[in-house]
T-cell receptor
């Protein structure tokens, strides 16, 4: 039972353009969401978060949008840089419980 | 360096063996976790310890036994290894359960291969 889905296993984007990574969830009790970035042979590192009381959170080149009615969130990276090439995981939590992770999307930013 | 460190990074072993993976965090976090990244790349929680006390124990075979000698360490011992145990195992820590703003800090993973 996949409560957190990332339906695109991979995404390629040209350097300087916008990268949009999508995440869908099924559990309406989820109230906190994180994005993690993972390079090969390293652990995931925290990127950005959003609470269900917001619909947008921005941190530099990274913006996360939350659409609660659609149970959908997205991560926008503008402008994309080659160093952004990594696997991005979406994670969700309900009421302070442990996070449920999606399977990840591999982003390749082409120079 | 402040971090979550786990050893070994790679582990290749035969079926039936017993092995351990160690994890240490020097972040002063109260809660530690073990996650398994399966062949489909999902990160699934196995165990969670808060101040040396077991909080979460997901449906994991009892061949897997976590041990937390203190709140900075959470080791994972696996008995009678099976082929299906091959995966990447990540240790993680967080300030405390319920404090989610910063999420988890992950170790770099242990790639376990059972042959």
């Amino acid at each position: 039972d996949q409560q957190v889905k990332q339906n695109s296993p991979s995404l390629s984007v040209q350097e300087g353009r916008i990268s949009i990574l999508n995440c869908d969830y099924t559990n309406s009790m989820f109230d906190y969401f994180l994005w993690y970035k993972k390079y090969p042979a390293e652990g995931p590192t925290f990127l950005i978060s959003i609470s269900s009381i917001k619909d947008k959170n921005e941190d530099g080149r990274f913006t996360v949008f939350l659409n609660k009615s659609a149970k959908h969130l997205s991560l926008h990276i503008v402008p994309s840089q080659p160093g952004d090439s990594a696997v991005y995981f979406c994670a969700a939590s309900a009421s302070g419980q442990n996070f449920v992770f999606g399977p990840g999307t591999r982003l390749s930013v082409l120079p | 360096d402040t971090a979550v460190s786990q050893t070994p990074k790679y582990l290749v072993t035969q079926m039936g063996n017993d092995k351990s993976i160690k994890c240490e965090q020097n972040l002063g976090h109260d809660t530690m976790y073990w996650y398994k990244q399966d062949s489909k790349k999902f990160l699934k929680i196995m165990f969670s310890y808060n101040n040396k006390e077991l909080i979460i124990n997901e449906t994991v075979p009892n061949r897997f036994s976590p041990k937390s000698p203190d709140k900075a360490h959470l080791n994972l011992h696996i008995n009678s290894l099976e082929l299906g145990d091959s995966a990447v195992y990540f240790c993680a820590s967080s300030q405390r359960q319920g404090r989610l703003r910063d999420g988890y800090t992950f170790g770099s993973g242990t790639r376990l291969t059972v042959v």
